[in-house]
C-alpha cells in the first residue's frame, strides 16, 4: 500500500477487518487507554519483524503483549501470588508485568529481544479489548510511531508518524491516559518499577511493600528504557518560567504558553495532553522548545521522565 495509512473509526466493521489483517500477519494501529499501539501477532516472527521495520525500532528493546486476560497472561508467563496480586488489583489497565517467560510459549524470540522474561499487558480500552477477542492472539503492539519519537495519543498521529508503513488505523479518540503504561519488574525478593505511568509506584508499594533499591543498570529490560526517547526532533528545555528566542512554549498551571499541559495544573489531564503538546511543538515553526516545570508527584514522575528523556 502506498501513501498514507487508512483511517477508519473503530467500529465492529473495522475491528473485523484490522482482526483479518492481524491474523495473517500484517500491522494494524489500535487505540488503548495509554497510547496508540502498532499492533501485530506475537507468535510471528515475521509478523513481528513488520513491527521493527515499521518503527525503526533497534532490536534489543523488547516488546508489550497485550492479552484479554490473566488466563492467556499465564500460557505466556510465570505468575506467583505477587503477579496475580497486581493483576487483580489494576488489570484491566495501564500496568504491565515484566515475568518469567514460560517454557514452550509461543511468542517469538523477536518479542522479548532475547531475554528469559517477557511483558505482558491486560488492556482496558474497549477497541484493543474488542481486537484480542476477535484474533484470538497475543499481540505486540508497542507505541505506533517512528522509535525515539513522540509517542500517538490520537489516529493522526500514527499517521503523521508512519504514514503508508501501517495500512490501517482504529481511530477511537484521544487516549484517556495518553502516556504509556507503568512498567513493573517482579523480581526474585522484590520488585522494581522500570518505567513510571498512569499507576504509581505507591500505588504497587501499598499491595507489595517498599520496592527494590537501584543497582546500577541492568540493561535495556522493557520499553520506554532508552536515555534518548519520545523525542520531538527539536532541543528542549524543561523548568522554563517564560518563553525564550524562538522557543515554542508548553504551559502548566500558572505558567502560560502558547498550549498548556494543563492551564488548571491538574497532573491527570497534563499526562492525557502531554504527546499533543509534543506533537503541536513538533509542528510548530519555532526552532526549540521550552517546557513549564511540573510537579515531581504522582503521575507528575512519569510526566517527567517522558519529559526528561525527551530533552535528552
Known amino acids: 500500500m502506498t501513501g498514507k495509512s487508512q483511517v477508519h473509526p473503530a467500529d465492529a466493521a473495522s475491528i473485523a477487518a484490522a482482526a483479518d489483517v492481524l491474523r495473517a500477519g500484517g500491522l494494524v494501529a489500535v487505540p488503548t487507554e495509554t497510547v496508540y499501539g502498532l499492533a501485530a501477532r506475537a507468535d510471528s516472527a515475521p509478523a513481528v519483524a513488520q513491527i521493527y521495520r515499521a518503527k525503526g525500532r533497534p532490536d534489543f528493546n523488547p516488546l508489550i503483549v497485550h492479552i484479554p486476560d490473566l488466563a492467556a497472561a499465564e500460557r505466556i508467563a510465570i505468575f506467583d501470588e505477587r503477579a496475580r496480586k497486581l493483576a487483580a488489583a489494576f488489570w484491566p489497565g495501564a500496568l504491565t508485568m515484566v515475568l518469567p517467560l514460560r517454557q514452550g510459549?509461543?511468542?517469538?524470540?523477536?518479542?522479548?529481544?532475547?531475554?528469559?522474561?517477557?511483558?505482558?499487558?491486560?488492556?482496558?480500552?474497549?477497541?484493543?479489548?474488542?481486537?484480542?477477542?476477535?484474533?484470538?492472539?497475543?499481540?505486540?503492539?508497542?507505541?505506533?510511531?517512528?522509535?525515539?519519537?513522540v509517542s500517538p495519543s490520537r489516529a493522526e498521529h500514527v499517521a503523521e508518524s508512519l504514514g503508508s508503513a501501517v495500512g490501517l488505523v482504529l481511530d477511537g479518540g484521544p487516549c484517556a491516559a495518553g502516556i504509556e503504561s507503568t512498567i513493573v519488574a517482579l523480581r526474585d525478593g522484590g520488585w522494581q518499577v522500570l518505567r513510571p505511568g498512569p499507576i504509581t509506584g505507591e500505588q504497587i508499594a501499598a499491595l507489595l511493600g517498599s520496592p527494590l533499591q537501584p543497582e546500577g543498570s541492568a540493561g535495556i529490560e522493557a520499553p520506554g528504557q532508552l536515555a534518548s526517547h519520545y523525542s520531538p526532533g527539536k532541543p528542549v528545555r524543561l523548568n522554563a518560567e517564560c518563553v525564550g528566542p524562538d522557543e515554542f512554549m508548553i504551559g502548566f498551571g500558572g505558567v502560560a504558553g502558547d498550549v498548556s499541559l494543563s492551564p488548571s495544573g491538574d497532573l491527570a489531564e497534563a499526562a492525557s495532553r502531554l504527546y499533543d503538546c509534543l506533537h503541536a511543538a513538533q509542528r510548530a515553526t519555532q526552532k526549540r522548545i521550552a517546557i513549564a516545570k511540573v510537579p515531581d508527584e504522582g503521575i507528575g514522575a512519569a510526566i517527567n521522565d517522558r519529559l526528561g528523556r525527551a530533552a535528552a
Open 105 to 149: 510459549a509461543e511468542i517469538a524470540p523477536a518479542v522479548t529481544a532475547g531475554l528469559p522474561t517477557i511483558a505482558l499487558r491486560c488492556p482496558a480500552h474497549p477497541a484493543m479489548r474488542a481486537v484480542l477477542a476477535a484474533t484470538q492472539l497475543p499481540l505486540a503492539a508497542p507505541s505506533a510511531n517512528r522509535s525515539g519519537g
